[in-house]
């Protein structure tokens, strides 16, 4: 196992939307949640397309170790999230459902970046039980859990996954495109397995938001220091899906208390506050993340939810 005084191994990049190398810092922090290592991690935007990426970033090597054994998306159970848990699969099933509009009876749908399964569970609770229903994840650990759950589990990345051309009607990475190396390769591989007339739906960080404006410095909950490598507003993911050959159907921006509840998180544990003070802000707090929703709900009546909200479409 891995000492966690030791450093990682980082490497350096460039902007995957314009491949530019010219971006400027904007801010730094540590892992402020996991603690998975002791280096602080610089954010660089880029003034050319607007993308916010962490550079240098950690190797693909490191992944384990920055995705320990008690992450989130390891077990986001009712047993170990209750409440949270519960209000949460209510709201997802109900967006799920619309992302799904449409998809006929016989339809393929994929989740890219599945974790445990747990959207997955919600389209086989309430979707059309004729759909079928498919995951791809690289961490050997969910792959397991979630394929206990009967589902078909592809473990890999897309882009190096050998799946069948043009077989899916809809595919979606919810909370995933934040995490990867390559977002531009991940789109063309996606693009490559769309039906003509398949949807790609994401869901990610919003840097236009008003938590972004607030905390960017250090504290933003949306960089999850050192796992999201790459972070997006309109402008930048737009033009990341005319690269890639998609069509834009919809750019929104949805409700989530997540970023805001972390920023104040990180901000506690920065300034070395009682632990009793840090545990009300995490994603176990139902009075905190209740108190953000409400919040970020009038934001978002003025576009600047704390997540995008993407459909694009392959061109028939």
């Given amino acids: 196992m891995s000492d966690v005084r030791n450093p990682i191994k980082l490497v350096s990049v460039n902007c995957c939307v314009c ?8 801010g730094h922090g540590y892992d402020f949640e996991y ?5 602080e991690f610089n954010v660089n935007h880029c003034k050319e397309c607007g993308n916010v990426y ?18 989130h998306s390891l077990d986001f159970s009712e047993k170990s999230y209750g409440l949270v848990h519960k209000i949460r699969s209510r709201l997802e099933a109900n967006r799920l459902l619309r992302y799904c509009k449409g998809i006929p009876d016989d339809g393929k749908i994929l989740d890219v970046g599945c974790g445990d399964g747990f959207h997955l569970k919600l389209l ?35 882009e190096n996954l050998d799946l069948e051309q043009e077989q899916y009607d809809l595919v979606y990475t919810i909370q995933t495109i934040e995490h990867v190396a390559q977002p531009d390769e991940v789109f063309r591989a996606i693009f490559r397995i769309l039906k003509p007339g398949g949807r790609l739906v994401i869901v990610t960080d919003n840097t236009d938001s008003l938590d972004f404006t607030y905390f960017k410095e250090r504290y933003w909950g949306g960089y999850h220091f ?6 997006f507003n309109r402008t930048s993911l737009t033009r990341l899906a005319h ?7 919809a750019l929104t921006t949805i409700v989530s208390p997540v970023n805001w509840v972390y920023s104040i998180h990180n901000l506690l544990v920065d300034k070395k506050a009682p632990q009793l003070l840090i545990d009300q802000f995490t ?17 978002q009546k003025f576009g600047r939810g704390a997540l995008l909200n993407a459909y694009f479409t392959k061109p028939h």
């Fill in 124 to 158: 086989k609770e309430f979707g059309k039980p004729t759909w079928t229903l498919e995951g791809v994840d690289l961490d050997s650990r969910v792959v397991e859990i979630a394929s206990k759950n009967g589902f078909i589990i592809h473990h890999g990345t897309i």
């Fill in 226 to 231: 050192p796992r999201h490598w790459n972070l």
């Fill in 283 to 299: 994603l176990k707090s139902s009075i905190s993340l209740t108190i953000f929703t409400l919040l970020d709900i009038v934001l």
């Fill in 19 to 26: 491949d530019r190398d010219d971006a400027v810092k904007i």
């Fill in 54 to 71: 962490l550079n240098p970033r950690p190797d693909i090597s490191e992944f384990k170790r920055i995705y320990p054994s008690n992450y």
């Fill in 35 to 39: 603690f998975s290592c002791p280096d």
């Fill in 243 to 249: 690269k890639t050959g998609f069509e834009v159907s």
